[in-house]
């Protein structure tokens, strides 16, 4: 039987499988609201169709929250990423509030949680979210290679 965050991480999954099939990265994100186990936001990444280098899943996901619940800030809530959320999201991370992270694949080049900056960690940081690796994350690895793999082909 999955965990809850499994099956959570395999709906962000689908949503990197609807990317790939776009041509976008294949990265997925979800907004969940454990207290009344609903999920508030869905968002897979954009930034080639939105021509806007911000369009990562995770600050789609965060907006369209935002926009559902009427708050800026999202406390409380729980987003779910198929990969490691690079410095940028981790700052919109941390400035909507939100109360934990899970995500799957590790980032080592461009991830900024447990890699690089690791900029939760760090003291200017204002709202450190409580953090989960590794959901799914062989899976999400594995959808991301094979999606650079056939990139490289073309």
């Known amino acids: 039987m999955q965990s809850e965050d499994e099956t959570l991480m395999q ?3 689908d949503l990197a499988h ?3 099939r776009s041509g976008e990265v294949p990265i997925g994100a979800l907004i969940f609201d454990p207290s009344s186990k609903t999920v508030v936001a ?4 954009s930034p080639i169709s939105l021509n806007d280098p911000c369009a990562h899943a995770e600050i789609l996901a ?3 929250a ?5 708050n800026y800030r999202l406390g409380g809530l729980w987003l779910y990423v198929t990969l490691e959320p690079c410095a940028m999201c981790a700052g919109a991370i941390s400035h909507a509030r939100i109360a934990r992270v899970i995500y799957g694949a590790p980032d080592p080049k461009g991830g900024a949680v ?3 900056p690791k ?3 760090q003291p200017t940081c204002h709202w450190r979210p409580e953090v989960s690796d590794g959901v799914l994350g062989q899976d999400s690895s594995t959808l991301l290679k094979s999606f ?6 073309a």
């Open 11 to 13: 709906a962000a999954l």
């Open 18 to 20: 609807e990317a790939a």
């Open 42 to 45: 869905t968002a897979r990444n």
């Open 62 to 64: 965060l907006r369209a």
């Open 66 to 70: 935002g926009q559902a619940i009427g």
């Open 114 to 116: 447990a890699h690089g």
């Open 119 to 121: 900029f939760f960690a």
């Open 148 to 153: 650079f793999k056939e990139r490289r082909k």
